[in-house]
């Protein structure tokens, strides 16, 4: 069974700080994908950025990065230049590599704050 | 290109009572894919409809059941309501992706605002 596991309930940042938000994710499978979601408080879930295992180069979109490390399987978010619009829950998913189906299964969020 | 839409965005019930929840992937995406977000069990997902076929279901009861249409139009349905149910009722459509060097498929899943139930 697929495991994401998000160790920090909340964290503070000053705006235009660098933060990392950690996850970490158990799976047998070779083949699967990573992905980071923001959750605003109107509830949305937005798409920030996707991380293939077989992928070589850690995946960016903008100001955000993933530190993927497989050996340890870890896929870290990195956002940099923190916004006050970053304030937000983080939520780290991993896909179901069987077949097609996207069936993604979730960390427990990590919600941040940005601070002036 | 518009988003994923969810009709309706809240919904009072009160426990027995059925409901259906219903979502509008994005133009051309045919996977649906539906989840259920509680402050206790987190997100959890509940099925996922792709060319009008249930092709993955999640450990729900059988009173969670849902259907695509042929313009992949989703709507799920809770029959029998319960207190617990009450939750943020997610919906993201996908488009199938070939992944890159090999890899996965990629499957991006776009989600749409949810409808906020609340079973009294």
């Known amino acids: 069974a697929q495991k994401i596991t998000q160790t920090q309930p909340g964290m503070f940042v000053q705006e235009k700080e660098a933060v990392t938000l950690d996850c970490t994710y158990d799976?047998?499978?070779?083949?699967?994908?990573l992905f980071w979601y923001k959750q605003p408080s109107s509830g949305e879930m937005i798409f920030l950025i996707y991380q293939g295992s077989y992928d070589e180069q850690n995946a960016t979109e903008g100001r955000y990065s993933l530190n993927f490390q497989k050996a340890r399987k870890s896929a870290n978010l990195v956002i940099s230049a923190s916004q006050l619009g970053d304030s937000a829950m983080y939520f780290c998913?991993?896909?179901?590599?069987?077949?097609?189906?996207?069936?993604?299964?979730f960390g427990t969020g990590t919600r941040l704050q940005v601070t002036l | 290109k518009a988003g994923v839409t969810q009709t309706p965005r809240y919904l009072i019930k009160t426990r027995g009572q059925q409901v259906t929840l219903s979502c509008s992937p994005i133009s051309g995406h045919r996977s649906v894919s539906w989840y259920q977000q509680t402050p206790g069990q987190g997100l959890q997902f509940l099925f996922e409809y792709f060319s009008e076929t249930q092709r993955n279901k999640g450990n729900f009861p059988g009173r969670f059941s849902g259907r695509q249409f042929s313009n992949s139009r989703s709507e799920m349905n809770v029959s029998t309501l319960e207190l617990g149910d009450s939750a943020l009722y997610l919906c993201?459509?996908?488009?199938?992706?070939?992944?890159?060097?090999?890899?996965?498929?990629?499957?991006?899943?776009?989600f749409g605002p949810g409808t906020r139930l609340t079973v009294l």
């Open positions: 998913a991993m896909r179901d590599s069987h077949g097609t189906a996207s069936k993604l299964t």
């Open positions: 799976t047998s499978d070779q083949s699967y994908g």
């Open positions: 993201a459509s996908s488009p199938i992706k070939p992944g890159l060097a090999g890899g996965p498929l990629i499957n991006e899943q776009f």
